[in-house]
């Protein structure tokens, strides 16, 4: 019977070696790993599933790329997940997460092993290290999100990209505040660390946000935010001490909602009589909230499917890269009206915008 000392001597290597290229618990060169392939098939090395699914390439998993990091609203990504996994089964995968920050390691650990087939990458930067890994590896990956300011810079590049339009989606929160004669928008963002890790949904939708200020010409003031009570209730006062005419809010940032709404309530601004608030959040979020909220909505399931069903093709021999982006859908509800008729307009205020960060 031929055993794992046998193949590391017939490929002149360490028996962990080996070990490590069944067990994907380590990255290994691409040369190493091909020479321990040739000497598992020409002895007929067959000890476990792992072995078996380094021959066949082919382990029916899915490595999806979940880093949970600092800034991040944990119900969208597990929402995503789920849709992955949902979706996988279906056509007859199994999905491995992985949660580490791994960055660069985790794509390489995945390439270099047999552990699953392909790979979907979530939270993805602006120049995301993990892109040149993910542009030399042999198994096929899907992001959801854009690592570049564009959808045609992403198809350029050769990535395979599926996501929500952010930055139409912040564009159509300006457009709706605006066509209802809010002059003066104050945008309540993500926290900090997300701004400056970069990641690419954040700063898509501030880039749709300030070209359809521009297009209608209001003001917008810009605030990162901690989603703590606390956090928003420095924000706000800020907000209003800088642009006392502000009549509209846009929140791209789940977890500062209520605390948003409670505080609106403490000052005695009404919603909407006094001020409008839009939102960008998934549904659940905006239809549960003290005031039901006009939002755009976050397509979690649409995007964890849509991830899935790419990679699939590609597995079976399809080649369909490129750039899939969501239409963005806003929904009216009780949080946004007609700006009042004494509000103070924008127009005459600085129009700079004031990013924090």
Known sequence: ??????????????????????????????????????????????????????????????????????????????????????????????????????????????????????????????????????????????????????????DTAGLDCVDLDFEAAGARCVDHLAGLGHTGIAVLGEPPAVYARGTGFAARTLTGLRAAARAHGVGLLHRPVDGTYAAVAAALTRIFEERPGTTGLVVQNEAAVEPLLALLRQQRRAVPEDVSVVAICPDQVAVHASVPLTAVSVPAQDMGRLAVERLVRRLSGQDPRGTELIAPRLTARASTGPAGPGAPSARTEDRRDHDGH
Do not use: C, F, N
């Open 1 to 154: 019977m031929v055993t794992l000392a046998d193949v590391a001597r017939h490929a002149g290597v360490s028996a962990s070696t080996v070990s490590y290229v069944l067990s994907g618990k380590r990255s290994i060169s691409a040369p190493t790993r091909e020479r321990i392939q040739h000497s598992i098939d020409a002895l007929g090395y067959r000890p476990h599933a792992g072995a078996r699914a380094l021959a066949s390439s082919r382990t029916g998993i899915l490595a999806l790329m979940m880093p949970l990091r600092t800034g991040l609203y944990v119900p969208v990504l597990m929402e995503i997940a789920m849709a992955v996994t949902t979706t996988a089964r279906s056509h007859g995968y199994d999905v491995l997460l992985l949660t580490g920050e791994e960055g660069p390691e985790a794509v390489r650990r995945v390439e270099g092993s047999a552990i699953a087939d392909a790979m979907i990458v979530m939270d993805v930067g602006i120049d995301d290290p993990r892109l040149p890994g993910l542009r030399e590896a042999r198994r096929p990956a899907v992001l959801i999100g854009l690592p570049t300011e564009s959808a045609e810079a992403a």
